[in-house]
């Protein structure tokens, strides 16, 4: 037994396992695509004290491997070790399943017709043979099943065995007609809800006889090494001869990661169907569509509503025929990731209008109840999502969420999560630093930070900067990046609703979806005017409703009707020929904006 | 410019072209199935004289290598070569064709409506996107289709591209419910038929709108190195770790094989589908399914009737989603190809009783008319195939199809397919041997060469032989397998009619298939009580059935219906269990028959 000491603080004992298997052992997990067995390179880590033994050092490069860089899954202590662990982890995270798990309840208390899983469990008795009776075995199965179903060949090589060593008493997973596999009598029947954002990639394992999330892991899109938002990945895509594929292998990579790290988690089932959820461009580029023709006008995607592509299409790590559903969209800037938010929050079915805003890498917009539904996109860029901020960071451990600031004092009080020491800002965190700072004086309405205002406003490295912890501060850049970023969010939301021809008040509830985890003070998210003023009890945050929608499409069939019909019904409007967005852009491009009045309420 | 000579005494001029295709230009057709990359092995041939340059020998051991084996497609002349074809070759044959066309034009004349080929193609106009519809591609596409269709992920990938290249007026192909290729506008559809049949394999290449045949290839299926009957080749699938997957690998070897020869020939279309059709084992092993229980009593298949899986499931080398429409079994002994053969033989339409009977490995019997069929199945071997017989062959270039023998001069007469030397004998040659030298004196009732019977009779290596020409005989084992083979076709002939309760006078047309060529004489095929002694002119030779209903499946998707229909409605008799069948069978292995009054009329 050796210990394993990580940069990170934690020990770790080891019992002759690899250094992932005992990282992962203790809950620790690298984005590790290939099952450990060191043919994807992603388990890359730096021993800094100690020695290791290593089999193999797939895609070590010689410069590293003087560093002391090795492959996890491929190498053993030799002693007590220090390990480096990289910034690029897969979070698992129980903490965010409540507000989903609350969404879901609440959706299958009202109506439980509505729990139709799109796989079910078939408990069947199939009949023996007999010398009278020497039907083929899969006549018998269907007889037992009592309708024609379809088979893949690969279950049916397994069939004649498997029916005999169950001796003739079996389990089938099936979906709409066909069979998806044989099951063990314990075997549980599991899905995933996978949504694949800009900036960040999530997936929901989903008991599908209990209608249960299970467990939901997260990671960073590894194609932000090819571009921040869309359109510089669709660019990368066209103008290199490679570029679709490496896109394309890079988001199938981050998959199977989290797909191997659930897998770890929870091996008393198989996963047998997935619902994908993303905007129109990830969707393109996991299935490896050319994307070309979304960036140019009129901005055509190649599929809005996609056919039942299976894992081995997507390249994705799971039995071969198991289906992947592609939640549709709506146009080349409205993806399926809108469609499952409108699912998640039910506007579709009030009478009164409610408005939908989804901040991600682009912010989306939806206003419209049960008879109509407009919606509309707009680049605000990933900085809410941790990306493109100095100490940015997604909505996980660590991560300052929540932020006060103490005029009188001159001193903050900081709310991290997971209650341990802060190693950067996630959205929520950064909304509270700048409308707290603007609140304070020590930002100005321009968005300057201004020198000498607190004892916390230091210029470093050429930059202004409010230091907030040993590594953690918010920089003149970070601020304008945010800025630019509200601004976007809040002139989408003014045009479209000038657009449909009504005003804040006409909306009778707001729902704020988005990774910023399990907190969103909506106070200070108009404060800084990246919300329209309306009264604070009309705002309901429902956190990522991409995962949501596609937890309820793979929970009913009915829903996932609804989330096609939803796509066909939604009206798009372009806001890259609006004049009008231009110009509430720009006027939003002050804190909390030029026009004053606009915000006098709720501005203290 | 080179000349290469064969050992068959070919002379082929060749122009820097591999030896391969110097071959395959010359319609010399090895069967390659890696389409002459180097990677299959199958194309060693034996230099015998001059020099070639060789660029690898995959597959070519070292002693080959010193005796002058290369690879064919890897080798290249270096000045006038002398070239060993091996007996292993692919046939290509315009002239088994006219008997097929023959049918399949009968069918449809009769019935036009009938002509509904599974593969269609559809001309269309696809609305462009303006900037007032930004619809997606698909979406467009299915517009112009006018009703929802699925298309495969490798197939959207493309369809951006193609739609903008061919400025929005397109050609697909379509079977069913889904897209199958996009086409280029003079682009032929072609699909195609194939018997798998335990001793040869049969493709047919079908023009999809002309309903024509256009070409038809075959070769020995390379399983027989594993065993001659499906029995044997069973007990090597359980028996060995790999047996299934040998077996398997062999089949599609030889079917790509095929398919490569035809697609060299036709470079003017695709190949969008395929209809195959064979004993229920043959399927079993070229779907890599457990043949296991069809050994075992009560003989039960995995499968009888298959889903529609595709080219990549069968590992053929076509379009990853071309559909393989496997013809539905009856029973674990009655195959597809049996299925194939009711369908060519229409004797499921008719107010009459016919008798269909297939002479290939097994000998399979159905009888029946509109109302009832009834079938079963013999273990013939397959000697009539030309396998497991002295000089046997295929009924190809240089086989003797006819003999006549003149006891007078003591002389005899033969005719060779191709009017060629002859290289070998094949079934129908068997039978009229037998026939005529039964008829002559020179074999005996109990089938026994008499030795100085006649000048062409002598002791060769030990055993008791009838010299044919330098190459070609008839020895006493041959005989005695021969006999063998035509016992159980008449025993199992006479079987099923007595179970069924009629008698030959019953029975108002007698349909013969098998793979005798162009030619079977029926007469003599009763002289040796192989036959039951109906009148000649109630007898129709139809060839190879299960290609001819193959062909007809992909023509028309009501005879493929009726496929399925026949397979379940056809009653099993199992010979197996049957004392009847027994005794038959031994009063049968007798010239003609123990019951020498049983053929008395026709027996000179």
């Known amino acids: 037994m050796f210990k394993i000491r990580t940069n990170r603080g934690e020990v770790f004992d080891t019992y002759g396992q690899s250094i992932l298997e005992a990282l992962q052992h203790n809950n620790v997990y690298l984005p590790v695509s290939c099952g450990g067995k060191g043919s994807c390179g992603r388990c890359k880590v730096r021993i800094l004290e100690g020695k290791v033994t290593s089999r193999s050092y797939f895609g070590v490069t010689?410069?590293?491997?003087?560093?002391?860089?090795?492959?996890?899954?491929?190498?053993?202590?030799?002693?007590?070790?220090?390990?480096?662990?990289?910034?690029?982890?897969?979070?698992?995270?129980?903490?965010?399943?409540?507000?989903?798990?609350?969404?879901?309840?609440?959706?299958?208390?009202?109506?439980?017709?509505?729990?139709?899983?799109?796989?079910?469990?078939?408990?069947?008795?199939?009949?023996?043979?007999?010398?009278?009776?020497?039907?083929?075995?899969?006549?018998?199965?269907?007889?037992?099943?009592?309708?024609?179903?379809?088979?893949?060949?690969?279950?049916?090589?397994?069939?004649?065995?498997?029916?005999?060593?169950?001796?003739?008493?079996?389990?089938?997973?099936?979906?709409?007609?066909?069979?998806?596999?044989?099951?063990?009598?314990?075997?549980?029947?599991?899905?995933?809800?996978?949504?694949?954002?800009?900036?960040?990639?999530?997936?929901?394992?989903?008991?599908?006889e209990k209608g249960e999330i299970i467990d939901v892991a997260s990671c960073y899109n590894s194609q932000i090494a090819y571009g921040d938002d869309v359109i510089t990945r669709i660019v990368y895509a066209i103008e290199n001869p490679k570029g679709l594929e490496n896109l394309r292998k890079s988001i199938v990579n981050d998959i199977n990661a989290l797909i191997n790290t659930l897998l770890i988690r929870h091996k008393d089932g198989e996963i047998l169907y997935v619902v994908i959820s993303g905007n129109t461009t990830m969707c393109h580029l996991f299935w490896g569509l050319n994307p070309k023709y979304i960036r140019e006008e009129p901005y055509v995607p190649v599929f809005n509503h996609y056919p039942l592509w299976r894992a081995s299409d997507g390249r994705v790590n799971l039995k071969n025929n198991v289906p992947l559903f592609t939640v549709p969209s709506v146009a080349g800037y409205v993806g399926g990731d809108i469609v499952s938010g409108v699912l998640a929050t039910e506007i579709y079915k009030d009478e009164e209008i409610g408005l939908f805003i989804d901040i991600g890498?682009?912010?989306?917009?939806?206003?419209?109840?049960?008879?109509?539904?407009?919606?509309?996109?707009?680049?605000?860029?990933?900085?809410?999502?941790?990306?493109?901020?100095?100490?940015g960071m997604r909505a996980t451990e660590g991560a300052i969420e929540a932020f006060s600031f103490d005029r009188e004092r001159d001193t903050f009080e900081i709310k991290v999560i997971g209650e341990v020491d802060p190693i950067g800002i996630c959205g929520s965190?950064?909304?509270?630093?700048?409308?707290?700072?603007?609140?304070?004086?020590?930002?100005?309405?321009?968005?300057?930070?201004?020198?000498?205002?607190?004892?916390?406003?230091?210029?470093?490295?050429?930059?202004?900067?409010?230091?907030?912890?040993?590594?953690?501060?918010?920089?003149?850049?970070?601020?304008?990046?945010?800025?630019?970023?509200?601004?976007?969010?809040?002139?989408?939301?003014?045009?479209?609703?000038?657009?449909?021809?009504?005003?804040?008040?006409?909306?009778?509830?707001?729902?704020?979806?988005?990774?910023?985890?399990?907190?969103?003070?909506?106070?200070?998210?108009?404060?800084?005017?990246?919300?329209?003023?309306?009264?604070?009890?009309?705002?309901?945050?429902?956190?990522?409703?991409?995962?949501?929608?596609?937890i309820l499409c793979l929970l009913s069939r009915d829903l996932k009707n609804k989330a096609e019909e939803i796509a066909h019904k939604m009206t798009y409007l372009d806001l890259s020929r609006s004049k009008l967005f231009m110009d509430e852009y720009v006027s939003a491009l002050f804190l909390p904006h030029t026009d004053i009045e606009r915000f006098k309420i709720h501005s203290d």
Chains 1, 2 share one sequence.
């Open 62 to 208: 010689e410069i590293e491997k003087k560093d002391g860089y090795i492959l996890a899954c491929q190498s053993y202590p030799e002693g007590d070790i220090l390990v480096e662990i990289p910034q690029k982890l897969i979070t698992v995270s129980e903490r965010i399943s409540k507000v989903k798990a609350d969404i879901v309840r609440k959706i299958f208390s009202k109506n439980v017709q509505l729990f139709q899983p799109l796989v079910k469990r078939l408990n069947l008795s199939v009949t023996p043979p007999t010398i009278e009776d020497s039907r083929a075995d899969f006549d018998r199965l269907l007889e037992a099943i009592g309708r024609k179903l379809k088979i893949t060949r690969k279950d049916g090589e397994q069939l004649a065995d498997y029916l005999r060593q169950k001796r003739w008493s079996i389990n089938v997973a099936t979906q709409d007609d066909e069979i998806i596999s044989f099951l063990e009598t314990e075997e549980k029947i599991y899905a995933l809800a996978l949504d694949i954002g800009t900036t960040t990639v999530a997936l929901a394992l989903i008991d599908m």
């Open 361 to 391: 890498t682009n912010g989306e917009i939806v206003v419209g109840n049960k008879d109509w539904l407009v919606t509309a996109s707009t680049s605000a860029g990933p900085c809410f999502e941790g990306s493109g901020i100095s100490c």
């Open 429 to 550: 965190g950064m909304i509270d630093i700048v409308s707290e700072l603007f609140k304070s004086g020590i930002i100005d309405q321009k968005g300057r930070l201004l020198q000498d205002s607190s004892r916390y406003v230091d210029l470093v490295e050429g930059e202004l900067r409010f230091l907030i912890s040993e590594n953690c501060y918010i920089s003149q850049a970070d601020i304008d990046n945010i800025i630019r970023a509200k601004a976007a969010i809040y002139a989408g939301i003014l045009t479209v609703l000038q657009e449909v021809g009504i005003n804040e008040n006409d909306i009778s509830k707001v729902y704020l979806a988005g990774g910023f985890g399990e907190f969103l003070d909506v106070k200070k998210a108009i404060q800084i005017g990246m919300l329209p003023n309306i009264s604070y009890e009309r705002f309901v945050f429902l956190g990522n409703t991409s995962l949501t929608g596609a």
